[in-house]
């Protein structure tokens, strides 16, 4: 209340900032955050401050968006001033401008948007199932074949439907188109530390000191990270363009793109070519953490609820009768199993407080004034996904909530996973198949059973939030199942596909 009144008395006639705790001088709120889970400070304050909430951070406008309502009037309903994204104040060090999730709101943010509409939209990415049901026919395979690295599978999993779908990439191990980008991801995300953003901003003039300077260490890396950006780009972009050029016909978002728009000669328009490389490299990031968490949260949440996998396994056995694997025409007669994908995805939201978007003009909302270039965080867990009024019982794990009484699925598709308005998740369709295909196929070959250690279960810290890997079992259903009898039952899922 100190704050809204102090701030609108600064600004005569403007009305209040949202209500939210009292900002330190520079540093803001921020050593009041909890570092490894942010959604729950942000849920603490909307007990006391309510659905909209005003906080500072390094010098940074920020409003917290605690309720689906709130999110939806502000994030869709007012998408032209609300579609922008934060500006990270070291990323140009590393060349990490680039990826079409941190573009700003503009020409090159709608190119991007348009180039990855065409590939992905709903009609789109049904082209791409049978590819992704034939990965998860060979995530099973691993796992028959090696079930302690289950998480190791399901990064390969994920990473090889991201590079067919992106490049009509084959992934063989070790491949470095794909090296190059996940080890300039993992500079940088370790690097541009919030530090390092605070230092930039305080003090503008450190991104022009040397890295031989004193505590500038760092800079080499991101030189490193220049380098693998550049690989990372331009490498599977011109294997893809000679492919084309050789008439090869696999279908991919940059075959596709480069077919469409005559790009025999990178010179017609190198704009577009720019746009179309950094807008496929954007692909994997956004996909594989996003798949490969929501799959270790499946695994803990069926390791922890034998009774869910049961009541899954007599559906999937009741239509495919032990003679062959789902595939996606049996999807409309397995509700539960979308019920468990639901109830995995709302339980655990795997990005607790989705992707930061930022306003382009000033507003005002329900009487509060909303700052032009604030940082806008939509509370997904808890606020949304833990809403007591929608899902009664919220820490409780239930599929049947999404079940109607005939056990039809409900129409509550947890939109609010896959973010808001113009920056809504593009690969939503693409992601949504995936989760499904190798959930389905895993519930069909496996028991997943405790072993020792299962109940310690970690959970990683930052944008992406999931259990890390932990012991469990994969036990075939079938005892006299091996590598041959699983070789005829994918053979036998294929001629029926
Ligand atoms: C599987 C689970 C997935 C989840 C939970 C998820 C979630 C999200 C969320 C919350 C956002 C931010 C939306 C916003 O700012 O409002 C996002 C953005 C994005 N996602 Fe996903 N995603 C998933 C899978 C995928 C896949 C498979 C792809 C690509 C094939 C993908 C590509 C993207 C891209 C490119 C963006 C940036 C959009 C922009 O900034 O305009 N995602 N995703």
């Known amino acids: 209340r100190k704050l809204r009144r102090s701030r609108s008395q600064a600004h005569p006639g403007r009305p209040p900032l949202p209500p939210g705790p009292a900002p ?47 999110a939806v009037e502000l994030l869709e309903k007012r998408s032209q ?28 943010f709608r190119l991007h948007r348009r180039l990855l509409h065409q590939v992905f939209h709903a009609k789109a990415a049904l082209d791409y ?10 995530l099973l395979t691993r796992l028959l074949d090696d079930p302690a690295r289950y998480a190791a599978h399901f990064t390969t999993f994920s990473a090889s439907v991201v590079m067919g779908v992106t490049y009509g990439y084959d992934m063989k191990g070790g491949d470095t188109f794909v090296t190059s980008m996940q080890r300039a991801s993992d500079i940088f ?67 596709d793109a480069i077919i469409r728009h005559r790009l025999e000669d990178d010179s017609n328009n190198p704009e577009l070519v720019q746009a ?93 004034y909303i700052p032009q270039g604030a940082t806008i965080i939509p509370n997904i867990c808890r606020a949304m996904s833990h809403d007591e009024e929608k899902y009664p019982n919220p820490e409780v794990f ?12 409900n129409e509550d598709k947890v939109p609010y996973m896959f973010g808001f308005g113009r920056r809504l998740c593009p690969g939503r369709h693409v992601g949504d198949a995936s989760l499904w295909s190798a959930m389905v196929c895993i519930l069909t070959l496996f028991r997943i059973e405790k072993t020792e250690g299962s109940d310690n279960v970690k959970w990683s810290t930052g944008l992406a939030r999931h259990p890390l890997p ?24 294929r001629i029926a596909l």
Not at 37 to 66: C, E, F
Not at 276 to 286: N, R
Not at 316 to 331: S, T
């Open 470 to 493: 932990f012991p469990c079992r994969f036990i075939p259903r079938d005892e006299e199942m091996d590598c041959q009898k699983l070789a005829s039952l994918i053979y036998a899922s």
């Open 24 to 70: 330190l001088p520079f540093l803001g709120n921020v050593l009041g955050v909890n570092k490894d889970a942010p959604h729950l400070t942000y849920t603490a304050w909307s007990k006391t401050y309510g659905d909209i909430v005003y906080t500072r951070m390094l010098g940074q406008d920020i409003i917290l968006l605690n309720s689906e309502r709130v």
């Open 189 to 255: 995300l370790g690097i541009a530390t919030p530090e390092i953003f605070a230092l930039c901003i305080a003090f503008p003039f450190v991104k022009a000191l040397p890295a031989w300077f004193p505590g500038m260490g760092w800079k080499s890396k991101a030189a490193e990270c220049r380098r693998l950006v550049s690989d990372g780009l331009n490498t599977p972009y011109a294997w893809v363009k000679r492919r084309v050029e050789q008439g090869d016909t696999t279908p991919s978002m940059v075959a």
């Open 129 to 138: 199932r049978e590819r992704q049901l034939q990965r998860a026919y060979e």
């Open 398 to 409: 239930m599929p049947e909530r999404f079940l109607r009484e005939d056990g039809t699925l």
């Open 276 to 368: 179309i490389k950094e807008s496929a490299g954007t692909l994997y990031a956004a996909s594989v953490e996003t798949t490969h968490a929501t799959l270790l949260v499946f695994v803990y949440l069926m390791m922890n609820h034998p009774e869910v996998q049961c009541r899954a396994q007599a559906e999937i056995d009741r239509v495919v009768a032990h003679q062959r694997l789902p595939d996606f025409e049996d999807r409309a007669s397995l509700p539960y199993i979308d019920a468990v994908l639901r109830e995995t995805m709302r339980s655990h939201p795997v990005t607790p407080i989705g992707v930061p978007h930022a306003t382009t003009e000033d507003d005002v909302y329900e009487g509060c």
């Open 81 to 108: 001033k609300y579609s922008d994204r934060p500006v990270f104040a070291a990323a140009d060090l590393f060349d990490y401008e680039w990826p079409s999730s941190s573009a700003r709101y503009g020409p090159r």
